[in-house]
């Protein structure tokens, strides 16, 4: 076989129409909740001041900040087709609208002068999976239709949805090298901004984490901290090489992410909810669960 088919074969791997509908509707799942938690500074910006506006990305072309009702409706309606994106209703139709409905409502909070890098992946995967019409199985088992079999056009999404995530965290970790270069494993840029964050927390009276207060005062725990970010950020490529690697590397990810919070008191809520690497595991083994059996496909394919 040529590298050529090699890689077809690795990219166009079969997978199973519920994994890619299961990660469809975590997606989607996330999205509900987040939109949900985050209302009150996503739907209603009346106490703004609007010198603030500085419109980005898809809001880049409008001049002034729209009317509150229009914003509220358009929030409304996010959230109903991120209910409809999540089950799979009317997919071809409301796929499409939720990814860019959602891209929108994410854009718009961002144009007042403080962007959320936080939500920069989820807002890419939804998108992603909107205009994609192999998401639009729906996670029912109780039809008289033939679950579908695996297939490439199943399995090639998630390798998609997969390389976006490790995208992200690759340049994340190139990032930190261009501004710090090989002083960031060295631990003291670290050890500095996590007491630097501590303290203006303190100061301002927001929530901090004592662990990192106290962690600050020593100093060895910070080159293994920085070297273990740079592997895990730098090495996401690894998640694509296989299964095992792809588990390894999302536990890895998630002990960061947690690591993160625990030493700083910084959440970055997609990751930390695990639903950001469901496209790198067989996500659809969660329907064999006892709590979620009832509400999943009668048959596994």
């Known amino acids: 076989m040529t590298m050529l088919g090699r890689l077809h074969a690795v990219l166009f791997a079969p997978a199973p129409a519920l994994r890619l509908a299961t990660v ?35 809001c880049s072309w409008l001049p002034q900040p729209l009317p509150g009702l229009v914003t509220l409706g358009l929030f409304a309606l996010c959230l109903g087709l991120a209910v409809a994106f999540t089950v799979g209703f009317r997919f071809r139709i409301c796929g499409p609208a939720f990814g860019l409905l ?65 995208v992200t965290y690759m340049l994340a970790g190139i990032a930190k090298l261009k501004v710090s270069g090989g002083a960031w494993m060295e631990g003291n840029i670290l050890r500095n901004y996590i007491a630097y964050d501590a303290v203006r927390k303190i100061q301002v009276g927001s929530v901090y984490s004592p662990l990192g207060a106290w962690l600050v005062q020593f100093g060895w725990p910070f080159p293994i901290i ?25 536990i890895s990810a998630l002990a960061f992410h947690w690591g993160v919070l625990a030493i700083m008191a910084i959440a970055f809520p997609y990751p930390l909810s695990g639903v950001a690497f469901a496209s790198l595991l067989p996500a659809e083994r969660l329907w064999r669960l006892k709590p979620l059996s009832r509400w999943g496909p009668q048959s596994q394919p």
Not at 30 to 43: F, I, N, Q, S
Not at 235 to 245: E, F, K, S
Request: with cysteine; net charge positive; glycine share 8%.
């Open 24 to 58: 469809r509707a975590l997606v989607g799942a996330y999205c509900c909740v987040y939109l949900v938690v985050r209302a009150p500074v996503l739907a209603d910006f009346r106490n703004f001041d609007p010198a603030r506006f500085e419109p980005i990305g898809l």
């Open 226 to 250: 920085g070297w273990a970010t740079m592997v895990i950020e730098l090495g996401a490529p690894a998640a694509l090489m296989g299964r095992r690697l792809a588990a390894l590397w999302t």
């Open 102 to 166: 959602f891209m929108w409502v994410t854009s718009y909070r961002n144009s007042w002068a403080m962007v959320f890098h936080n939500e920069n992946l989820v807002a890419l995967h939804a998108l992603y999976l909107g205009f994609l019409p192999a998401a639009a199985e729906t996670l029912s088992g109780r039809s008289q239709r033939a679950p579908p079999q695996d297939a490439g056009h199943f399995g090639f999404p998630l390798k998609v949805l997969s390389a976006i995530t490790v």
